[in-house]
């Protein structure tokens, strides 16, 4: 089983340039989420999509914009990148089992270098 | 603002002994609470959840324990081996959702053969 599946797994941008962040999932989750993830940190969540054809903000929103394609894909984009914006990206998604557990499943990252 | 913090930036242990790993957290609203282990170059991945209802949850080898009047969590590892090396996020959550999870920083675990 796939899971969560990121891509490119590796990317370099000049500032200002502007790329997307593709993730897809092949669980049939409801739930997908987008967090980046800084040296000595933690995760923390740019933008979530609670279903199909929603999208909400986190934390740490300014910069970026998603879309739920589908029920299995969320893009995060990137308009014009900024040095700030270097950082791991992860891409999870999440269904609600039995008793209200929410197992989040992770894809490998994408690691990006703003120069 | 709400914060979910670790009392340890890293943990090292000798290979069969008990690890525990703890955290604190802020939000005296989360009512779910989870343990994900991240291995050098790979996403987070659950290790084992607990819900404000209770105070002690075990897995295979794994404990988490909550203490809600002092808003901390610990996760201990039993029999720690050298695959259980990462570094560990609690996370907690307003809600069963799962919805704005705040995660921690993070504790690094190193185990010593």
Known sequence: NAGVTQTPKFQVLKTGQSMTLQCAQDMNHNSMYWYRQDPGMGLRLIYYSASEGTTDKGEVPNGYNVSRLNKREFSLRLESAAPSQTSVYFCASSERLGQGRTEAFFGQGTRLTVV | ?113
Not at chain 2, 18 to 25: D, G, L, P, R
Not at chain 2, 70 to 91: E, M, N, R, W
Not at chain 2, 93 to 98: K, M
């Open chain 2, 1 to 113: 603002g709400e914060s979910v913090g670790l009392h340890l930036p890293t943990l090292s242990v000798q290979e069969g002994d008990n690890s525990i790993i703890n955290c604190a957290y802020s939000n005296s609203a989360s009512d779910y609470f989870i343990w994900y282990k991240q291995e050098s170059g790979k996403g987070p991945q659950f290790i084992i959840d607990i819900r404000s209802n209770m105070d002690k949850r075990q897995g295979q080898r794994v404990t988490v324990l909550l203490n809600k009047t002092v808003k901390h969590l610990s996760l201990q590892i039993a029999a720690t081996q050298p695959g259980d090396s990462a570094v560990y996020f609690c996370a907690e959550s307003p809600n069963t959702g799962g919805f704005k999870t705040i995660f921690g920083a993070g504790t690094r675990l190193f185990v010593k053969a």
